[in-house]
Structures are given as structure tokens and as C-alpha cells.
């Protein structure tokens, strides 16, 4: 079975803070994505990477930054967390592209004091 | 108005109960996944179709192409299947983005 791991199930910053979260695979996916899902907007889609380096933004990138070093692992990074980015942020790998099934994390639930 | 919609936003059903779950997108596709999430927040994908008719258990996701529709279906319905049931169409602008409905939130009362 597909592995998807997040590092924090709840996550509470303060306005300002450089916030981490980090997510990791055991599939040997080549793609990863970052969702955040708010309600009554469902899930968009921030930034995807298809290869260790590479990355693409999706539809919401402002404010945030991402790092895949290695293929396991795909970082989202808040550089200064505002209130607006309270959210649901999930993790998901597929091993085709965007249109291929996807695998999900069980999500960390950011709050922005 | 967003590209792919769901109806209903939320459905209440008795125990038993056959549960269709609706879903229309605005262009052409080339997937469409029908994915659930429980409380708690993990999302466990379905179905991938892109033609015709998939089932899995209790499970049937149909899609009609040129009516740009599907629809998810539970056969006895059970407490268990309570949860949000999200649709995503791989829409055809040209790099087959995923793009994902508001969910529909289905609570079956035993």
C-alpha cells in the first residue's frame, strides 16, 4: 500500500513565523503535490513537482516557496505566515501525472494566530 | 462559477438506501476521479474512469462523456459511509490539470 506521511497532524504559528511542513512517500512516486482545501472551495492546488529540483506552480503559489531535494520528500514552506493561510494543507503523490490517481496524506491542520 | 460542480452539497439518507452523488464539468476531460474523506480529513481515491462504468463493492461511478457528467453511486447505504465524496475532472486545457468540486457531504442514519 501507498504511504503518504506528513509531519504534523495540527499546527498552530504565530503572524510572521517561517512555517515547515514537510511531507513523505514510499512508493517511489515521481509526482508530488501541496493542496490546501478551505471550505466551500474545495481543494486547489499550490504547487506540484514532477522530479527531485523540479517544481510547478498550481493555482494559489503567492506565499508560499517548495523544495523536493529528494524524490521521497516534497517541503511546503510558509516564509512569513499571515492569517489567511489558516487552512487544511494536504500532500499527495501519484506515479503518473496530475490526471493519475493520486494518494493523499492525512492533512495538517495549519492555524495562523 | 467553478468548472466542475456537485450536487447536492449535502445529503441525509436512511440505512439501506441507494445514494447517487452528482457531478458535471464545463470542457472536455480525459480522467475524472471520485475520491472520499472522513472526518479527520484523509482522502482515499475511488474511482478513476474515463469512460462508461466502474464498481468496486457497493460502489458504481458512471460517467456519460457527452453530457459531461457522473455520478457516484452507494448501494445500501451503510452508517460507515458517512463522509465527504469529492469529484475531480482532469480538465482538457491543455496540461490536464485536476480540478476539484466543493464535495458533497453524505450522513446515513442507522
Known amino acids: 500500500d501507498v504511504k503518504v506521511t506528513q509531519s504534523s497532524r495540527y499546527l498552530v504559528k504565530r503572524t510572521g513565523e517561517k512555517v515547515f511542513l514537510e511531507c513523505v512517500q514510499d512508493?517511489?512516486?515521481?509526482?508530488m503535490f501541496w493542496y490546501r482545501q478551505d471550505p466551500g472551495l474545495g481543494l486547489r492546488l499550490i504547487y506540484f513537482?514532477?522530479?527531485?529540483?523540479?517544481?510547478e506552480k498550481g493555482d494559489i503559489p503567492e506565499g508560499y516557496s517548495v523544495s523536493r531535494e529528494k524524490k521521497e520528500r516534497f517541503s511546503l514552506i510558509l516564509e512569513s505566515a499571515s492569517t489567511n493561510q489558516t487552512s487544511m494543507y494536504l500532500c499527495?503523490?501519484?506515479?503518473?501525472?496530475?490526471?493519475?490517481?493520486?494518494?493523499f496524506g492525512p492533512g495538517t491542520r495549519l492555524t495562523v494566530l | 462559477k467553478n468548472e466542475v460542480e456537485q450536487s447536492p452539497q449535502n445529503l441525509t439518507a436512511q440505512e439501506g438506501e441507494f445514494i447517487t452523488i452528482n457531478c458535471s464539468y464545463s470542457?472536455?476531460?480525459?480522467?475524472l476521479h471520485w475520491l472520499q474523506q472522513h472526518p479527520g480529513g484523509g482522502i482515499v481515491s475511488l474511482f478513476m474512469?474515463?469512460?462508461g462504468k466502474k464498481k468496486h463493492g457497493r460502489l458504481i461511478a458512471t460517467i456519460n462523456i457527452q453530457e459531461k457528467h457522473s455520478s457516484l453511486h452507494i448501494t445500501a447505504s451503510h452508517p460507515r459511509d458517512s463522509a465527504v465524496y469529492i469529484c475531480?475532472?482532469?480538465?482538457?486545457?491543455?496540461?490536464?490539470?485536476?480540478?476539484f468540486g466543493t464535495g458533497t457531504r453524505l450522513t446515513i442514519i442507522p
Open positions: 474512469l474515463s469512460s
Open positions: 475531480a475532472a482532469a480538465l482538457n486545457f491543455g496540461n490536464e490539470k485536476l480540478t
Open positions: 512508493m517511489d512516486h515521481e509526482n
Open positions: 499527495a503523490s501519484s506515479f503518473g501525472g496530475e490526471w493519475d490517481t493520486q494518494y
Open positions: 470542457v472536455g476531460i480525459s480522467a
Open positions: 513537482s514532477y522530479d527531485v529540483k523540479m517544481k
